[in-house]
């Protein structure tokens, strides 16, 4: 999975996407912000030491929806931030309309946190319409991309991820951004992405895919849609475009959609990304293995090559140390490669770090140990690559480690 990219130059001539490309890779101030909030030692005094080398992308890094920290999710401008970054793989989370069209979005039942939708003429086909803040009650609406047409989704402004719930009417409740996060670059209209025309963003920009297939928030089959056309549909838009399977990791927190991938389009199932969400499960720990509904050599057993558990899964406390987990351990044993997800999604860390850092929160209280669980992961784990809402973060850590 590790290799050097070149940026192309050339840009994209379909609309609605961006016509633009990247000629150079640059970090930005935030790598050196972090840097400086490591305790000194060895890693700090590494990473300092590359502070004037060459910025390239990497595979190592990966947009997680772009570059959601700044920008609005799954939109061109997000992702061409991404690649200026360096992410060398990108991601559409994929769903689909009401006329069975791929398109990107987080979530089919979203559009009412990601876009203006609640003050569009589209609000009447919510799901559940807009309901204002009630005493303890919060404001409240469900949106779908399954109630619109692909037609329709092209008018739908994209917005930062957010929601106030406090609000009482439509128009205030498409606020919400976290202190946090920006609507500096959501004041212009953002470029709304389908799947197909995500493909060709990425190409131009020279780098690699990783679309996720989301789980649909309607019952299956969906005007005659099964699951297995909806997997298959999101593999025959990349063939269509001419994407060699070795430049795509299709992911799936459904092991069927694994499964089906692996069976039906072996070339493409052989990098297929099992996205790991069991600590949905009661009882769940990344430290006990008899609380996993399958063993990492039992997944192995089924074709599975790749997993993507949550940061946190893959890392425990020595003392004050960062140290591979129990489900790290066995996974690399059986053979297995490890993506994981997500940096840069959790604010500033001297908070505590919240859902991403839950296994390593006793030494969590300042933006420095950002680096020490990137590194954690890369070195003593073995991950592939990082998701970042940042890429530049990783960017950076990869640059400087050699992990191109």
Known sequence: MFRTLVIATTALVAAPVLAQSVESVEYGPRPFYLIDRMEDGALKSKLRSCSGQEAKPS?????????????????????????????????????????????????????????????????DTCKVPFSPANGETPAAAECRTSEITLAEYRTLTPKMDAADKTAATAEAYLGGTADWRTDLYSVENATIMTHAESIELFKSLGAKFTPELKSPAVDMPFNGFSQEDYAQKLVDEYKAAGVPASDVWLQSFNLEDVLYWIKAEPEFGAQAVYLMDEYNIDG??????????????????????YIAPPTWMLVTLDGEEIVPSELAKQANAAGLKIITWTIERSGPLVRGGGWYYQSIADVTDSDGIMYELIDALAMDVGVEGIFSDWPATVTYYANCMGLD
């Open 59 to 123: 595979l190592f890094s990966i947009g997680h929806r772009g570059a959601p920290l700044k920008f609005p999710e799954h939109t061109a401008e997000s992702n061409l931030a991404a690649a200026r970054m360096g992410a060398g793989i990108l991601e559409c989370d994929v769903t689909f309309t009401k006329d069975l069209e791929l398109v990107c979005r987080h979530a089919q039942n979203d559009l009412h946190t990601t876009t203006n939708i609640l003050t569009s003429g589209l609000a």
């Open 284 to 305: 769940y720990s990344p430290m006990d293995p008899d609380t996993w509904p399958n063993t990492m050599e039992e997944l192995k057993a089924m074709g599975v090559n």
